[in-house]
Structure formats: C-alpha cells, structure tokens
C-alpha cells in the first residue's frame, strides 16, 4: 500500500496540473487454463492495486503490457467496479499478430471497447515497422480512442549488454 501510494505522491509533485496515470502491469503469473492462477485471484490483485491508487489521487488507470485478455478483462472489471476513473487498457503482441495467449487485434479491440474503456491500444514487444499492421487492424475496428507505444524492436543481450534493433533516428 506504501509504495502504491508514494508512487502516485512523487507523481504527483513531478508532474504539477499534468494527469497521474496509475499504471499496472501484467501479474506475472498466467491465468487458468495456461497457469494457475485463477480469475477471481487476478481480480483481487488488481481491485487491490487500484483502490489504494485510486485513494491516493491517481487521475486515470493504465492497465498495459497485457498479454492475455482474460487477465486485461480481470485488471479491467477491477478498475470499473472500484473507482470511477478513467480506464485505458493496452496489449503486446507478437510478430504473428496475436498475444502471448493467441488473441488477435480485432478480438482485443471488440472484447476491450465492450467493457467500455476509455481507450484501447497496443505497446511493447513490437517496433514500429512491425506494429504498424496491427494498429492500422486496431484503427480500422475501434469506436474508441486509440493508444500506440511500440518498443524500440525486442531487446537483445549481446555481450552483456541490452540492445535494441530501431534506432533512436527510426
């Protein structure tokens, strides 16, 4: 709770009349049927996450680098049923164009709108050479704001070393 909340505080102060985004990430675990972990679970991790941060003044909620729609569909369901901040979920996906879990974009964007997001999108994993084609899918099906942070391609170590394929000029 601590750290949720002194999060949101140094936010806060850092960015003055500017919004604080209270940002969550994937579990770590996967859910029931790939993993363990069950729905109601995931649920209880989230609700917790975004009561304090809710609490402690976040602006909006950001649930991202989601891989598996059940677990955005949990981190969602928590976010809607307790606060009543805005909500943008993204997803990452691979170069085959579907999550980690196979969801492809169109049924992210349907599943994700339908739970009445404020915004939708894609972020991670990809560059943005490959990414393109996904968010072109993801423009062409969505009702609703639209969010794009691709990576600077898939990191690789070399030497000890985390390198990224795209240049800072690309």
Known sequence: KEIITEGVNLARKAAGEKY????IGPIGQLLEPYGTLSFENAYSLFAEQIKIGAGAGADLILIETMSDLHEAKAAILAAKENSSLPVI????????GRTLTGTDVITMVNVLQGLNIDAVGINCSLGPKETLPLVNLL????????????????????????????????
């Open 20 to 23: 604080v985004a209270l940002d």
């Open 89 to 96: 979920c993204t997803m990452t996906f691979q170069s085959d």
């Open 139 to 170: 423009l062409q099906y969505s009702k609703i704001p639209v969010i794009v942070q691709p990576n600077a391609g898939l990191p690789k170590v070399h030497l000890g070393e985390t390198i990224f394929s795209v240049s800072a000029d690309e």
